[in-house]
C-alpha cells in the first residue's frame, strides 16, 4: 500500500487547522458539488471519481484486446495523443519497462519532422499498430500525425485502416472517421473526464492492454486507494492530506513551486504529475509551478517558495539531499510505492489531491482557458501560411552567428543595450527575484541529445540565481505546464527556443509541413506570452546543435 510522509515545517499548524475545517468540507466532493470550487461547472468534470469501479467492470473487453495485440503479431505499438491522452501511458511504459512478449511501445505527441523522423526510422510499418487518443478528435497534432501514418501505409500498399485504433469520446469527429476507414478498434472515452485526469479510462488503459501490462492489477490497485480516498478521517486520507497540504502552503506561506523528484524507476511520474498540477491550477493569476527534473542541491540554493515531493519505490535509497533540506526548514513530502503496480493508487490519489487544492486555491480545476489561447493563435498562424506561403515571424531583434532574438516591444527594452548573445541572457534573467521561476520552452525534438544541455543550463541558472527551474518541449508543454505560465502568476522568466528541422516532412493534406506547424505553435504561444505581460524572449537557431552548444557558452559567459 502506498504511503505518504510529510514533513511540513511551518506550513505544519497551518495545515492541522485545514484539516479539522475540511472534515465537513470534503463530502461535497463526492457529492460532486461545485460549490466546492467556483460553483462554475465543475460538476460536469467528476466521472474520474467512479471510473475505476466502471473500468473493473468491463475488465474483459481490455483483456480481449490485449490478447488480439498479441494474437496478431504487432511488432511495434504507437500511441499518437497530446497531454493528458498520451502522458499517463508514456509513463507506464517507462516506469514498467518492455514487458516479455508484448510489442514495443512508443508515444508521439510531437509536430518536430526531426522527432517523427526519428521514430519512424525505428518501427516496421507493416507490422505496427497505431492507437489515435483524442477527446473531442478535433486536436491538431494527433490529426496530422494520423494522417501522416495512414498516408506512409497507403503507399506501402496495406491495408492501412486495420493498423489503427481510436479512443475518443461518443459522437466525436474522430468516431466518425474511424467507421470510416475501417479502424480495427474504436475504444469510447467518458465525456465527464478532462484528459488530465483520464489516465485511469480508456486513455490510459488501452495503451496499457497494448504494452502486456496486467490492467486487471493496475485497477484493483487503483481501487484501493479510491477506498482510501473517500474517508472523511482527512488525517488518514492521503489524497485529501497531499492536497491541503500542497494548497494550504502555497495560499499561506507562498510556497508555490512544487519540486519534484523520484528514485531512477519513477522519474518519470514527473511529467505526468506536472501537467496534472500546472494545467489544473494555474490560472487566473494564481496556480501551483510544477518543477520537475530539477536536481535536488544544498539547502542554500533555494528560497522559501518551495515543497518537495520525492517518490520512491521499497528499497530505494533516499538521496541525502532529502534529509538535509528537511532539516533545513523546508516542506518535503515522501510518497513511497511497494511495487509499481501501485502506480494505479498514486495516480488517483494525485487526481484527488489536486482536485482538493484547486478548492484551496478557490479554482476551477478542470478547465484550462490559456490552451485554448494558444490553440487560437496558431490555428490563425496555420491559416496565414495556407494564404500565403509564409508565417509571419517577424524581424529579429538582434542577429548573431546562427542564432536570431526576438522580442515584443516590452520585452526588447530589457535587452536594448545588448551587443552580445551574453549580454541579452545576463540581461533577461537578471531581471529574477525571490519567488520567481525560469522557463527553457524549446520547440525542438524532444531528446537525450537535447535535454542534457537544457538541464545543464537549469542547473546553472538555479545555483546562480536561486530560483526554480523548468525545462520544457514544445508543442508537449502547451498542452500542460503551458496553462500555468500564461494563466498562472506572473512570476515566470522565459526563454523560448526555435530552430530549423535538420529535414521538414510535409503533411498528408494541404501545403504545410509539420515544421511549419511546429514553428507556428512555438510563435502562437510566444505571443500569448507576450499578450499575458510575461517575461519572455525568444532564440532561433539556424542549427539546432550548434545553437545549444552557443547558447551553453554564452549562458556560462552571462552568468560568470
Not at 518501427?123 to 473531442?136: C, E, G, H, Q, Y
Not at 491495408?159 to 485504433?165: L, N, Q, S
Not at 537525450?448 to 508543454?477: I, N, S, Y
Request: overall charge neutral; aromatic content about 8%; charged content about 25%.
Amino acid at each position: 500500500m502506498i504511503s505518504v510522509e510529510t514533513a511540513l515545517a511551518d506550513g505544519a499548524a497551518d495545515v492541522a487547522a485545514a484539516v479539522a475545517a475540511w472534515r465537513a468540507k470534503f463530502p461535497k466532493l463526492w457529492a460532486k458539488d461545485k460549490s466546492l470550487w467556483t460553483g462554475a461547472d465543475e460538476d460536469k468534470w467528476l466521472g474520474w471519481l467512479d471510473i475505476v469501479a466502471r473500468e473493473e467492470r468491463d475488465l474483459p473487453s481490455l483483456l480481449a484486446f490485449a490478447n488480439e495485440v498479441k494474437r496478431e503479431g504487432w511488432r511495434d505499438v504507437v500511441l499518437i495523443g497530446m497531454g493528458g491522452s498520451s502522458l499517463g501511458s508514456e509513463v507506464l511504459a517507462q516506469c514498467f519497462g518492455h514487458q516479455t512478449g508484448a510489442p514495443n511501445f512508443y508515444a508521439l505527441d510531437s509536430t518536430s519532422p526531426d522527432q517523427i523522423d526519428t521514430l519512424e526510422a525505428k518501427l516496421d510499418l507493416k507490422r505496427t499498430i497505431f492507437i489515435v487518443a483524442s477527446k473531442s478528435g478535433s486536436t491538431l497534432e494527433p490529426n496530422i500525425l494520423k494522417d501522416h501514418f495512414h498516408a506512409r501505409l497507403t503507399d506501402a500498399g496495406v491495408e492501412a485502416g486495420r493498423h489503427f485504433v481510436a479512443i475518443t469520446d461518443p459522437g466525436s469527429s474522430m468516431e466518425k472517421e474511424a467507421k470510416e476507414k475501417g479502424y480495427a478498434h474504436i475504444f469510447y472515452g467518458e465525456p465527464t473526464i478532462g484528459g488530465r485526469y483520464s489516465v485511469l479510462s480508456r486513455f490510459g488503459l488501452v495503451p496499457a492492454a497494448a504494452m502486456g501490462l496486467d490492467v486487471a492489477r493496475l485497477l484493483k490497485s487503483a481501487s484501493e486507494m479510491v477506498a482510501r480516498c473517500k474517508s472523511d478521517d482527512i488525517a488518514n486520507n492521503p489524497g485529501a492530506m497531499l492536497g491541503l497540504s500542497l494548497g494550504v502552503l502555497a495560499t499561506k506561506h507562498g510556497r508555490d513551486k512544487i519540486t519534484i523528484s523520484a528514485s531512477p524507476k519513477l522519474v518519470s511520474v514527473g511529467g505526468w504529475l506536472e501537467q496534472l498540477i500546472a494545467e489544473s491550477t494555474g490560472k487566473i493569476g494564481k496556480g501551483l509551478i510544477p518543477v520537475d527534473r530539477e536536481p535536488l542541491a544544498d539547502p542554500s540554493l533555494y528560497g522559501k517558495d518551495r515543497i518537495f515531493i520525492h517518490k520512491s519505490l521499497s528499497g530505494d535509497s533516499e538521496p541525502p539531499a532529502l534529509a538535509a533540506l528537511e532539516k533545513a526548514g523546508q516542506p518535503v513530502i515522501r510518497i513511497k510505492l511497494q511495487d509499481v503496480y501501485e502506480m494505479g493508487q498514486l495516480f488517483f490519489m494525485s487526481e484527488i489531491a489536486v482536485a482538493v487544492a484547486g478548492a484551496v486555491l478557490g479554482i476551477n480545476p478542470f478547465d484550462q482557458p490559456d490552451v485554448e489561447a494558444s490553440k487560437v493563435k496558431s490555428r490563425d498562424l496555420t491559416k496565414q501560411y495556407e494564404q500565403s506561403g509564409k508565417l509571419p515571424t517577424g524581424e529579429p531583434l538582434r542577429r548573431f552567428d546562427g542564432i536570431s532574438l526576438y522580442a515584443d516591444a516590452k520585452n526588447a527594452k530589457t535587452v536594448a543595450g545588448c551587443n552580445t548573445l551574453a549580454d541579452c541572457l545576463k540581461a533577461h534573467f537578471g531581471q529574477a527575484k525571490p519567488g520567481d521561476y525560469i522557463g527553457l520552452l524549446a520547440f525542438i525534438e524532444q531528446s537525450k541529445a537535447h535535454f542534457e544541455p537544457l538541464q545543464t543550463m537549469r542547473t546553472q541558472l538555479r545555483d546562480k540565481l536561486k530560483v526554480a527551474t523548468c525545462a520544457e518541449f514544445g508543442p508537449r508543454f502547451l498542452h500542460s505546464t503551458g496553462q500555468a505560465y500564461k494563466g498562472g502568476p506572473n512570476s515566470g522568466i522565459f526563454l523560448t527556443l526555435t530552430a530549423e528541422p535538420k529535414r521538414d516532412v510535409k503533411l498528408a493534406t494541404g501545403k504545410m509541413s509539420f515544421g511549419v506547424v511546429q514553428q507556428a505553435q512555438a510563435l502562437g504561444d510566444f505571443e500569448v506570452l507576450n499578450e499575458r505581460g510575461r517575461r519572455a524572449i525568444r532564440l532561433h537557431f539556424d542549427d539546432v546543435e550548434r545553437g545549444l552548444a552557443d547558447l551553453g557558452k554564452a549562458l556560462n559567459a552571462a552568468l560568470a
